[in-house]
C-alpha cells in the first residue's frame, strides 16, 4: 500500500492569508486527489491533481481559490486562498493507480483553522 | 440524486457483538467499486475493505466482511467481535469504474463500541 504523508498536520491562520498544503506519496502513482471535510461533514472532492497539466476541479471549486500543483508522479500542493472561517476543514490528499489496482489510500490530514 | 446513502448517523453496539453498518449505493456503471473507511478522531482516513462489482465474493479483511448486494445496491459493512478501538466514523465510497476516479462519499456513521 501506498505512504501518504502531509505537511502541515495543522495549522491557524488569519482571514485573507493563504496556506500551502504538501502532499508525499513514497512511490510513483497515477492519480491523486483532494477532498475537503468541512466540521461535522462527510469529504468532498475538490479537484483531480494530473501531471503535466491543470488539475481538474469539481462543481463548486475553482482554480483562484484552490491552485493545485502537481509537478511528479509522487508530489502534489493544494493552496487554500484568501482564507475565510468558512475555509476551515480537513484536507486529504489521496492517492489511487489508474492502471488496474484498486486500491485509493489517504493521506492523514491537515487541520485547517481560520481566524 | 445522492450516490451513496448512509442511513444511520450513528449506532451503538456492546463490546465483542457483531454490528452492520448500511450503506446502498446508485450508479447506471456495470464497473465500479465500493469501499469503507474508518475515521478517529484523530482524522485519518483507514482503508477498510474493497469490493468490486464483478466481485462475486464478498470481500473480508479480518473481523471487517462486506455484505454485498448487487440487485439491492446495498454494500454493508459487518464488523465482527466489537472492540473499543472500533469506536469511530465509518464513511462508505463508490468509485465508478474499476480503478483511477474519484471517490464519493456517503453522510458517514458514527460508531460507539460499549464496555
Known amino acids: 500500500s501506498a505512504v501518504i504523508s502531509q505537511k502541515p498536520s495543522r495549522d491557524i491562520c488569519q482571514r485573507g492569508t493563504s496556506l500551502t498544503i504538501q502532499c508525499q506519496v513514497d512511490?510513483?502513482?497515477?492519480?491523486m486527489f483532494w477532498y475537503r471535510q468541512q466540521p461535522g461533514q462527510s469529504l468532498t472532492l475538490i479537484a483531480t491533481?494530473?501531471?503535466?497539466?491543470?488539475?481538474?476541479?469539481e462543481s463548486g471549486f475553482v482554480i483562484d481559490k484552490f491552485p493545485i500543483s502537481r509537478p511528479n508522479l509522487t508530489f502534489s500542493t493544494l493552496t487554500v486562498s484568501n482564507m475565510s472561517p468558512e475555509d476551515s476543514s480537513i484536507y486529504l490528499c489521496?492517492?489511487?493507480?489508474?492502471?488496474?489496482?484498486?486500491?485509493?489510500?489517504f493521506g492523514p490530514g491537515t487541520r485547517l483553522t481560520v481566524t | 440524486a445522492q450516490k451513496i446513502t448512509q442511513t444511520q448517523p450513528g449506532m451503538f453496539v456492546q463490546e465483542k457483538e457483531a454490528v452492520t453498518l448500511d450503506c446502498t449505493y446508485d450508479?447506471?456503471?456495470?464497473?465500479?467499486?465500493l469501499f469503507w473507511y474508518k475515521q478517529p478522531s484523530s482524522g485519518e482516513m483507514i482503508f477498510l475493505i474493497y469490493?468490486?462489482?464483478?466481485?462475486?465474493q464478498n470481500a473480508t479483511e479480518g473481523r471487517y466482511s462486506l455484505n454485498f448486494q448487487k440487485a439491492r445496491k446495498s454494500a454493508n459493512l459487518v464488523i465482527s467481535a466489537s472492540q473499543l478501538g472500533d469506536s469511530a466514523m465509518y464513511f462508505c465510497?463508490?468509485?465508478?469504474?474499476?480503478?483511477?476516479?474519484?471517490?464519493?462519499f456517503g453522510a458517514g456513521t458514527i460508531l460507539r463500541v460499549k464496555s
Open positions: 491533481a494530473n501531471q503535466g497539466s491543470e488539475a481538474t476541479y
Open positions: 512511490s510513483q502513482v497515477t492519480m
Open positions: 465510497a463508490m468509485r465508478e469504474g474499476l480503478s483511477g476516479n474519484k471517490l464519493v
Open positions: 489521496s492517492a489511487g493507480d489508474g492502471q488496474g489496482a484498486y486500491e485509493q489510500y
Open positions: 469490493q468490486g462489482s464483478y466481485d462475486e
Open positions: 450508479t447506471s456503471d456495470q464497473s465500479y467499486g
